[in-house]
């Protein structure tokens, strides 16, 4: 059975494995999808390091083909998301029975293995049912929408402001729309014309080039007064310092996204500004939130282009994923169908 394992940089190999009984608090799930992310790639470049040897894949769903006794609320066949971040077990918190606090999240693919790979055991809890109506290919980016809404939570901003959106990436454009569902009016930045249209077509009305036009276009949407929250996508390789740029004063800067590239945020401009900055690297906590919020379409993805491989080299694709800038599958949700 597939089992991709990274190795070290570069050194992504298929070791087949038996997965163990489950236990009575476990399930067992037949992976069927896997959505390939900037993420993974970063991770099989080295750019991004991993606790070697560790299964890669981070965004993927299944059915359940064993379920044990205790796994309340779940049954064979049910349709479930891999939930890919989850609580370390071992920090003061999660020794206390306060794993909403947890000081050390896990992430699959880095910290633990992740779902490229034929069956998954599991705690039950570590899966999440999803409902009939939300789609196969939908139901890759719950973690996507768990993470905007994260970063919702953290801006802590009423109806009616206006918060930068920094990348026009996946994520960028669904932190947008999520944004724009609890009321607030986002602006996203990209120098991609796909990305400013792809963002258009999702309904996101505020949509710029970062060019030296920028901060003129944001005076005049938001009356002189600029943005009051930013959200700085951590893969985009746009320009750090426009997440400080766009704001007023005594506002709140975010760095969101799953692949934190190390980058340099300007102190000075972040000083002058008084700007809170904090970090948002993953959905953890809000992965059942995000597939509510799913289920009542507050995110579409018909704007993006899709292409499900059901033949496919993981090595060759994470490669390619490494340069996206020159990818033809630049702009692509690029999916492995594993169930043929």
């Not at 309340?72 to 891999?82: A, D, F, H, P, Q």
């Not at 014309?193 to 949407?221: C, M, Q, W």
């Not at 992965?287 to 496919?312: P, Q, R």
């Amino acid at each position: 059975m597939d089992n991709w394992i990274l190795r070290g940089p570069y050194n992504l190999v298929n070791e087949p494995r038996q997965e163990n009984a489950i236990k009575p608090d476990e399930v067992k799930v037949r992976v069927t999808h896997l959505m390939v992310s900037t993420y993974d790639s970063l991770l099989f470049s080295g750019e991004l390091k991993a606790n070697y040897p560790k299964t890669i894949g981070r965004f993927a769903i299944g059915r359940i083909v064993e379920c044990g006794p205790a796994c309340y609320g779940l049954e064979k066949n049910m349709r479930v998301c891999l939930k890919p971040v989850r609580s370390c077990g071992v920090c003061l918190n999660c020794r206390t029975g306060k794993t909403a606090n947890c000081t050390s999240i896990q992430v699959a693919g880095k910290d633990f293995d992740g779902f490229l790979r034929d069956f998954v055991v599991c705690k039950y809890n570590e899966v999440a049912q999803i409902p009939d109506s939300v789609g196969d290919i939908q139901a890759l980016s719950i973690e996507t929408v768990a993470l905007g809404e994260r970063i919702y939570d953290k801006l802590d901003l009423s109806a009616g402001q206006y918060v930068a959106v920094i990348g026009g990436n996946h994520a960028g454009i669904v932190i947008a729309q999520l944004l724009q569902f609890h009321k607030l009016i986002p602006i996203l930045v990209d120098n991609n014309p796909a990305s400013l249209e792809r963002a258009k077509n999702s309904g996101i009305e505020y949509t710029f080039k970062a060019d030296d036009d920028l901060l003129e276009h944001i005076k005049e949407v938001t009356s002189g007064h600029m943005c009051d929250g930013s959200v700085y996508t951590t893969c985009s390789r746009l320009d750090p310092s426009l997440a400080i740029r766009v704001l007023g004063y005594n506002k709140v800067a975010i760095l969101g996204g799953f692949a934190p590239i190390n980058f340099n945020i300007p102190s000075g401009e972040l000083v002058d500004k008084s700007t809170t900055l904090l970090s948002v690297i993953s959905g953890y906590g809000y992965i059942d939130t995000a597939v509510n919020l799913m289920l009542h379409e507050a995110v579409k993805l018909d704007s993006f282009e899709k292409e499900i491989l059901s033949d496919y080299s993981p090595p060759a694709v994470m490669r390619e994923g490494i340069n996206e800038g020159a990818s033809q599958r630049k702009g692509k949700l690029t999916i492995f169908k594993m169930i043929i």
